[in-house]
């Protein structure tokens, strides 16, 4: 009996304080979020396969936890909100010309390899703006991004924003089939230069291309390697791409933003559904980006919706995981006081209590029981981070406070405190 105590790998128990500061980190978000006018929504925990299918973009199905229902349906826990919410939309906003703002609390699941060591369940907060196809959403997704990182506590991070259609632009003037595209993709996306001199030096294709994808894995920085991206191509698609981002910037000032972000040409993303700007958050403490974004203005039409859409998430977990890292205080709500009575002094002890609750005051209220001294409830209270224990002597009227911060000690009369 004793494994049935502990989690399958991958997903962990969060209690106690833990617990209080996500409460609080996950709070301070969503008033960001609510702030730019953004409405909630919930999705299931778990969808039809077909939502997250490969044509759609999603994670491949090795990384989903599929089962069945009882009449044979394929279904799976959300890997990913953004499909759900695609769905969603198309459902309940089919005939919707504006704009739609929706955020959204959600955990989702991923089937790593156990050998990784990575969570399985992760806490996923963010933002979708479905509707808009202008560069002004792309810099309004960045922008609350970083306004909610800024509002959680964090100060030392960077976005750094990259282009998928810079790198579509090159691969279709090179004629690329798409198992070398996935290859070149995948090799850019990990900045591994040498694979991508192999694999380029091995394609037919002007020297000129080969030299901009050779360049791909190191055109990440500040503003300036927008200019020399430009420098770079004569392309179109791939111009408008840097056009596009040099719009974002400009409006990231406006909001006097502009120095959390920097960019990368070589980020082309996990998910095949990013038609436009693709963005991550950074900081030290944690290996992983804290949260991501982009644009995908394809994926709705696989639900029956011609809809351009942007849209990011932050993981709560790995926001967590760097702040303490970090030292990074979040302050947590705490019991005000523990109010310990015995068995005899039951009815004085809840009219105390409502009192002070109704006074505003939080306060947990302990019976006494045999056999346990006080000092065990003042460890207790301590470790739970309660400000201060009570103790009822309702035979002399009174209550004896200790604050555990400094040990002080005061007594205060009962009729005084319910007249």
Sequence with gaps: MKQ??????????????EYAKKLKIQDKIHHVLKSYGYDDIQTPNFEFFDIFSKEKGSVSTQEMFKFFDRDNNTLVLRPDMTPPISRCVTKYYQ???????????????????????????TTQQGAELLGDETSDSDAEMIAMMIECLLKAGLTDFQIDIGQVEFFNGLVEEAGMDEDTEKHLRELIEIKNFFGVEELVNSSSMEQSLKEVFLMLPKLFGSYEQLALAKNLTGNERSLNAIRRLENIYRLLTYYGLEKYVSFDLGML???????????????????EAIGSGGRYDSLMKHFGKDCPSVGFSICIDFLMAAMDRQSIFI????TDAMLVYAPQEQETAIRLATHFRKQGMSVQLTRKRSGHELSEYERMASENLIEKI???DASNGIITEKCLADGTESIVSIPEILN
């Design 4 to 17: 049935l105590v502990h989690t399958p790998e991958g997903v962990r128990d969060i209690y106690g304080n």
């Design 95 to 121: 005939d919707e010309t504006l704009p739609i703002r929706l955020c959204y609390l959600a955990d989702t699941y991923t089937n790593n390899n156990s050998f990784q060591g990575r969570l399985k369940e």
């Design 269 to 287: 993303g996990k998910y095949k559904y990013y038609t436009g700007i693709i963005f991550k958050a950074y900081t030290y403490g944690t290996g």
């Design 331 to 334: 302050e947590t709500e705490k």
């Design 390 to 392: 009570m103790c009822l």
